[in-house]
């Protein structure tokens, strides 16, 4: 058990570093740095980029090498260059702190770390998955909380730097207890020879499309919780608060997951969070009335719990094991271009009509897109054939 525990210590770090604090400095790196919301939401989104062309290397390196390079030489190398990124300023720093935190997310990120969960754990996958991302809910109740109190206490340079040590120990620690078996083989098979199922099968076709709207959603909810809440008169101090309430909630989304889709199945378990997402997201505009901030907190804490897991459960459905890794970091590229898309789009309504309306429409509209999505049904059930 202790490599998955290392898995999720390293999930708690590597999310609640960049993606997790960016809402919290949100409005200290602007101010700092003298730069637009729209200029911060493209920092961010080529963050979530590099984070998904990164994933496709890492997942692929998993399936042909093991994890060891990625865990103890990709991770930390971000980690750094995200700790280097507080000592600079203007452009440099933009620069840094997307490219530090990409390559975090490329090396710490769900879509490397499930396939690992997988591989490392002794239990079956849903259970491997579902524990993994247990550990993951307790990210944003943690990290949110320490980002705020540091920046608050020791400003914003140290509520960067403190949290990119921890993760780079993170990393570490991982890549020594991580110890994956793979299968010697004279050539590996192509990349895009691995790659080739996600575009014939018509399962995977719209479990894409609809991971891609729902991280549009996510992403863009996620960035803009905090600007939000304080926007309808909570301080950044309670804001900053109810938005690691949320993240805690997270943990009624996933407890419950495994007996839950043994009842109802994980597709539609996916189609009915995605709907409540995208409504639990209004009653955030409305977040000044503590009934409407707390609607918000729990359900869309529960859903965004829950999905986590989900689509990493339905995905190993549809996908063999053997590529599992490679295929899963495809998926997460394509769904990191819709949470760079997510908060770039969405910073620049929020700067051009001067609302925080906007953001959460964005919210409201990909989400429930994303459930009709995933509630269509193809022509063809078949299971994906990867030639090796």
Known sequence: MLPLHSLGVLTVLAYGTWFYGFGVLFNDLSDFHGVSASTLGIAFGIAQLISGIGAVATGRRLDVFGPRAVLGIIGPVGATIYFASSFATGTMFLTMYSLGGGLIGAAGFYSFTQPLAVRVSATDSTRAITRLTIWGAFSSPVMIPLTEVLRAHYGWETAVRLPAVLTMMSFFVAALLCHVEVAPTEKPPALITSLRGVLGNSRLRL?????????????????????????????????????????????????????????????????????????????????????????????????????????????????????????????????????????????????EFNSSNAPIMIVFITACSAAIVFSIQPSSEQALATQP
């Open 207 to 351: 479990f894409t499309i609809g991971a891609f709207l729902s991280s549009v959603a996510a992403s863009t909810l996620l960035v803009f919780q905090v600007p939000t809440m304080t926007a309808a008169g909570i301080s950044t101090g309670t804001a900053a608060l109810l938005a690691s309430v949320r993240g805690f909630m997270q943990l009624g989304g996933r407890l419950p997951l495994v007996y839950a889709i043994k009842k109802f199945t994980a597709p539609r378990l996916i189609i009915v969070a995605r709907y409540v997402l995208g409504i639990s997201a209004l009653f955030l505009l409305g977040s000044g009335n503590i009934a409407f901030a707390m609607t918000y907190i729990v359900f869309a804490g529960i859903t965004l719990g829950a999905l986590s897991a989900l689509d990493g459960v339905a995905a190993r459905d549809i996908v063999q094991p053997e590529v599992f890794g490679t295929v899963m970091g495809g998926i997460g590229l394509i769904t990191t271009l819709g949470g760079a898309f997510g908060p770039i789009f969405s910073g620049w309504l929020k700067t």
